[in-house]
């Protein structure tokens, strides 16, 4: 039966179809649920939502994810979650929700790599250094959080991105979607983050 599922690819579908259509909810609920801001937020959001407007004009024909690209999404990601991680407030039963929401994401992911025909899904050392840089930039701003959060936090970073790196590696022929997608959930974060000055 696994081999069938696997023939068809709809188990390899399935992970990234999940992935694709919830993480920009995700993003876009932390965003619009995040109360408040650090006093720098504005220059980082206004900088991300900018670089992402110009790559989309400069790249959106190419057939590739570019290295610039994939760097703008960790570091976009790394800060919606960062700063959404510093709420302190967060009612117990949707931090329940989004708990079982990163446990079955990255189930989704560990699936999805062990049934993927497309060997393209790998981590390179490059990776590596992005998630680095991704993980340095939002910390640089000055967030603070909570002691027995930045662990978590971390956790929920690294699984989305494995799962963005699954999704860049499976919709090649819709990448057009996707740069609209980030370029889209970026503008909004430095709408919301301008909205709460």
């Given amino acids: 039966m696994a081999r069938v599922l696997k023939q068809r690819g709809a188990v390899s579908r ?15 609920l932390a965003i619009g649920a995040t109360p408040h801001f650090p006093e720098d937020a504005a220059l980082l959001a ?12 400069l790249l959106r024909k190419r057939s590739d994810y570019h290295l610039l690209e994939r760097l703008l999404l960790y ?15 967060m009612p117990a039963w949707a931090h329940h929700i989004e708990n079982i929401y990163f446990a079955l994401l990255g189930f989704a992911l560990v699936v999805a790599y062990r049934f993927t025909r497309n060997r393209a899904f790998t981590v ?5 250094l ?13 967030s603070v959080f909570p002691d027995n ?28 979607l ?15 983050v301008g909205w709460t000055f």
């Fill in 14 to 28: 399935g992970p990234v179809i999940g992935a694709a259509l919830t993480i920009p909810v995700y993003a876009v």
């Fill in 46 to 57: 206004y900088t991300l939502a900018a670089a992402a407007a110009i790559l989309w004009v």
């Fill in 75 to 89: 570091v976009g990601v790394t800060t919606i979650v960062f700063y959404w991680g510093r709420v302190q407030a």
């Fill in 124 to 128: 390179t050392p490059t990776d590596f």
């Fill in 130 to 142: 992005i998630i680095f840089i991704a993980l340095i930039v939002p910390t640089l701003s000055g």
């Fill in 149 to 176: 959060r930045i662990g978590e936090v971390a956790i929920k970073v690294l699984i989305l991105f494995y799962a963005v790196e699954l999704i860049v590696s499976e919709v090649q022929p819709r990448l057009w």
């Fill in 178 to 192: 996707l740069r609209g997608v980030v370029t889209t959930v970026l503008l909004l974060l430095a709408v919301r």
